[in-house]
C-alpha cells in the first residue's frame, strides 16, 4: 500500500468531524466538544443534545439548500450549527452570514408565529486565519455601533481559529479548552488510546473521540471515503492557488499598462473572478451540484448556473456508492 493512503485522518478532515460528533448516539461527545470551546460553565453547560438533520432546505422553488457540518439542539431549544473550514477563501464571511440566517429563518415554519423562533448559536472551526483579533476564540453579536448595547442575543457568531493555537505539547495543556484545540489540530498523531498521555486521558469524552476516529481510519469503506474527500479538497486547493496566481499577474500587467493602482485593484478583481469560473467550472463537470460549487468558490448561484448553462455542464452525476465490502485494516 501506498504511503499516501497510509495517512491518518484528523478532526479537520470536515467528514471526519461529522462521523465523530454528527452521528445520533455521540450527542455527549458534542456536548463535550460545545462546552470546551464555548465555555461554558455552570447553568451555561450543555447536558443534553439532540442531532438535527443539517441539510437546511429552501422554503420556496429555486431558494438554495445549504447543508452544515453538525447541527443540534439543546433542551431549551437552543440551536448549535458547526462548521470545519479548511480554506479561508475570500467569501468565508458571507457564507457565515448566510448559513445562520438560513439555520435562524429555519426553525419557524410557515404559518407559525415569531415567537416560534430560538436562539441560533454558529461556530467555525477554522483551520487557517480569518480574523484581524488574536485571540484564538472569538465571540460576535449584533450591537449598536456607538453604546455597544446588544441589539438581540438570538444570533451568535463564534469562531475558533486553530492555525493561532501551537499546543501541540500535552504536559502543557491545562483547562479543557486546551486539550479540545490539541485534539482537534493534533488528533491525527494518536492512533489508540494507549497513545494519549495521562493529560489528555483524563479528558472526559478524549478518549472516546480517540477511538471513534480509530475505527472510521481502519475501516476500508469509511477510510475510501475520507482519502477521497481529502484528495478533492487537496485538488480544489490546487487548482484555486494555481488560478489565483494566474489572475494575480493579470491584475499586475492589466495595472502597469494603466499607469495607476485602480488598474492594478481591478485587475486583481477580474483575476479572483476568472480563476474561480475556472475552478467552478472544473468542479460542474465533475459532477458537483451547484450547492458544493457555490461553497467552496464564493460565486453565486446564479452565476454558477449561468456558467453551467453557457458550458453546457451535463447534470450532476449520482452519488457513488462504493461496493467494497467493510472489513478491518490490519
Given amino acids: 500500500m501506498n504511503s499516501a493512503y497510509d495517512k491518518y485522518f484528523g478532526l479537520t478532515n ?3 468531524f461529522k462521523i465523530v460528533f454528527g452521528r445520533k448516539g455521540n450527542e455527549k461527545l458534542l456536548a463535550l466538544l460545545l462546552n470546551a470551546l464555548l465555555k461554558y460553565r455552570g447553568e451555561q453547560e450543555i447536558k443534553e443534545l439532540e442531532i438535527l438533520n443539517p441539510i437546511n432546505l429552501p422554503d420556496f422553488q429555486g431558494g438554495k439548500q445549504s447543508v452544515i457540518d453538525v447541527k443540534a439542539k439543546n433542551k431549551r431549544g437552543e440551536v448549535f450549527c458547526v462548521e470545519v473550514q479548511v480554506k479561508a477563501h475570500a467569501e468565508i464571511l458571507k457564507r457565515v452570514l448566510y448559513y445562520s440566517a438560513v439555520s435562524y429563518s429555519g426553525e419557524m415554519l410557515r404559518g407559525e408565529k415569531y415567537t416560534d423562533l430560538n ?3 454558529c461556530l467555525w472551526i477554522m483551520c487557517e486565519t480569518v ?5 484564538i476564540y472569538n465571540k460576535y ?3 449598536h455601533d456607538k453604546t455597544n448595547r446588544v ?9 475558533v481559529e486553530l492555525s493561532k493555537f501551537d499546543g501541540d505539547k500535552p504536559t502543557k495543556l491545562r483547562s479543557k479548552f486546551e486539550k479540545w484545540l490539541h485534539i482537534l489540530k493534533f488528533g491525527n498523531y494518536y492512533r489508540s488510546i494507549d497513545d494519549l498521555p495521562e493529560a489528555l486521558r483524563s479528558e472526559e469524552g478524549i478518549c472516546e473521540v480517540i477511538s471513534n476516529m480509530s475505527n472510521a481510519n481502519t475501516d476500508e469503506l469509511t477510510r475510501h471515503e475520507l482519502f477521497a474527500r ?4 487537496s485538488d480544489l486547493a490546487t487548482d484555486l492557488d494555481a488560478a489565483r496566481r494566474e489572475g494575480r499577474e493579470e491584475g499586475i500587467e492589466e495595472g502597469m499598462l494603466k499607469g495607476r493602482a485602480e488598474g492594478r485593484e481591478e485587475g486583481r478583481e477580474e483575476g479572483d473572478i476568472l480563476r474561480a469560473k475556472k475552478v467552478a467550472l472544473k468542479m460542474l463537470n465533475d459532477g458537483l451540484s451547484p450547492e458544493i460549487v457555490e461553497k467552496y468558490t464564493g460565486l453565486a448561484l446564479a452565476q454558477i448556473e449561468l456558467l453551467a448553462n453557457e458550458n453546457r455542464v451535463c447534470e450532476t452525476t449520482a452519488k457513488y456508492k462504493s461496493e467494497k465490502p ?3 485494516r490490519k
Wanted: charged residues 35%.
Fill in 230 to 233: 481529502d484528495m478533492f479538497l
Fill in 131 to 135: 480574523l484581524p483579533d488574536p485571540d
Fill in 119 to 121: 436562539k441560533t448559536l
Fill in 151 to 159: 441589539l438581540t442575543d438570538l444570533l451568535e457568531y463564534h469562531f
Fill in 326 to 328: 467493510r472489513k478491518k
Fill in 14 to 16: 470536515d467528514l471526519l
Fill in 141 to 143: 453579536l449584533i450591537k
